[in-house]
């Protein structure tokens, strides 16, 4: 409920809502908690320092103000827009003038009201905000809410892409497997052992290697004694004698994981006979998503509160250079804010961890998973990732601009038809005054066509 000091007693202390990762921590005597932890094992005493809105938790929702526009989102509709009027009266002014001195002035006032009246810029106008709120309505019966339909024209000038790691690119959920060359055969008491002693622990690492056993078939055997030591990992004795310890090198004398993985060792009897490798796998969707920014010209940025190691690996195999491990919520958001500097920022995480980054971005997106308190600072969540995510994004981004510029390209078309026909005089008021709400019934039309979501 709150920050404090560990004044007593040992355990093992999940700090996911600030770190964005599982891994439990071992605190003792002296060492500090924050609001929002878990205990996942073991017990102590905290004299608490802070509360309420005094936590870092707080403070760090609290300065998350997400950014917000006035705009489309969409800078070309704007600039065209900015000059259309101007130009527009320009013309009807040239325009009667020369019909003026040719015809009369009843003749160039009648030229100069046509051409007022044939330019149309209400279809102009619509394109941008009409394609990108129907795309946002699509988007959602798939899951992808569009909090602010205006991001997806932003969504084009993003030159640098921040992107959580633990549950953003990978799925969260730590898997186990043998390490090589180090594997027990799934119908011996050396499997059923330590999948009774995994299964009455809450640590996720422990989790992990029963689920493993579990699918190779393997059945828990009897204990008649079982702790576990906060930090280091479960020690048991089965019913007929023997015992066994399950965890890391601290407790089991395993060798450290490699590529960023957690090895944990088995010991029976005093043996280490076993170690596990527990990984968290990639989404599916990892390697494609990193493509589609890539591809887009943003530069990417790993930026993750896992160890260092696990982050370079996973860097390594998406090809992501900038992977950078051991940052707080606070080095997050600096890091997006030194970013806005040389482009469009767009921010991608999971977790209240990941608030205040995404209120410092331009284009703030979270992943289903801890953010849930934390979704007033998105301008998109994705609710089922793995069937609409921040690559399903993008893609409709890219999508909703083609049809835009579509749209714009049919509306400039049709404004110089009707403002030259006008200025020649072709066309009178009244023809003008017929044909302009007809173009913008055609852009409205052609957005409808067919959903812009693919």
């Known amino acids: 409920p709150g920050d404090g000091r560990v004044t007593a007693g040992a355990a093992a202390i999940d700090v996911a809502v600030l ?13 500090e908690v924050v609001a929002g932890a878990t205990c996942r094992s073991g017990t102590v005493q905290v004299r608490l320092e802070a509360v309420g809105g005094d936590t870092r938790l707080a403070r760090i929702l609290a300065a998350a103000v997400p950014s917000r526009r006035d705009d489309d989102g969409d800078g070309q509709v704007d600039r065209l827009l900015g000059w259309f009027a101007p130009v527009t009266l320009l013309l009807a002014v040239l325009a009667g003038a020369f019909w003026a001195w040719h015809a009369g002035w009843n003749r160039g006032g009648e030229v100069a009201l046509a051409v007022v009246v044939a330019a149309c810029p209400c279809a102009i106008g619509l394109a941008a905000p009409l394609v990108h709120a129907l795309a946002a309505a699509a988007a959602a019966g798939r899951g992808l809410l569009v909090r602010d339909p ?12 921040v992107c959580d790691k633990t549950g953003t690119l990978t799925t969260g959920r730590g898997t186990a497997g043998f390490s090589p060359r180090c594997g027990i055969d799934p119908t011996r008491a050396e499997a059923r052992g330590p999948l009774a002693a995994a299964e009455r622990s809450a640590h996720p690492v422990s989790q992990a290697v029963a689920a493993f056993l579990r699918s190779l078939g393997v059945t828990p055997a009897e204990l008649t004694a079982w702790r576990e030591e906060p930090g280091r990992g479960v020690i048991a004795t089965t019913a007929d004698g023997h015992e066994l310890a399950l965890g890391g090198s601290l407790l089991t004398g395993v060798d450290a994981g490699a590529d960023g993985r957690s090895r944990i060792g088995l010991r029976w009897d005093g043996r280490l006979v076993a170690s596990f ?9 990892a390697q494609a998503m990193v493509a589609a920014w890539r591809d887009a010209g943003a530069n990417i940025h790993l930026a993750s509160g896992d160890h260092q190691a696990a982050v370079t690996a996973l860097g390594g195999v998406l090809g992501i250079p900038d992977s950078r491990g051991g940052l707080t919520p606070e080095d997050k958001a600096s890091l997006v804010r030194s970013l806005r500097h040389a482009g469009g920022v767009a921010a991608v995480g999971d977790g209240v961890n990941d608030a205040a980054m995404l209120a410092e971005a331009d284009v703030a997106v979270g992943i289903s998973g801890g953010l849930e308190a934390a979704l007033d600072r998105c301008h998109v969540f994705c609710t ?35 403002i030259g026909g006008a200025a020649a005089g072709k066309f009178g008021p009244l023809i003008c005054a017929i044909a302009m709400p ?6 409205v039309a052609l957005a409808l066509r067919r959903n812009a979501v693919r």
């Open 19 to 31: 770190t964005g990762e599982p891994r439990p921590l071992a605190v003792s005597p002296g060492s």
């Open 150 to 161: 205006a991001v997806l024209g932003s969504i084009g000038a993003v030159r640098h892409v």
């Open 277 to 285: 490798d527990i990984s968290d796998p990639l989404r599916p969707e």
């Open 384 to 418: 089922r990732p793995d069937e609409a995510g921040p690559l399903a994004l993008w893609r409709l981004a890219a999508t909703s601009q083609r049809r835009i510029r579509l749209l714009l390209w049919i509306s400039a078309g049709y404004n110089l038809l009707a």
């Open 438 to 443: 007809l173009s913008s019934l055609t852009v």
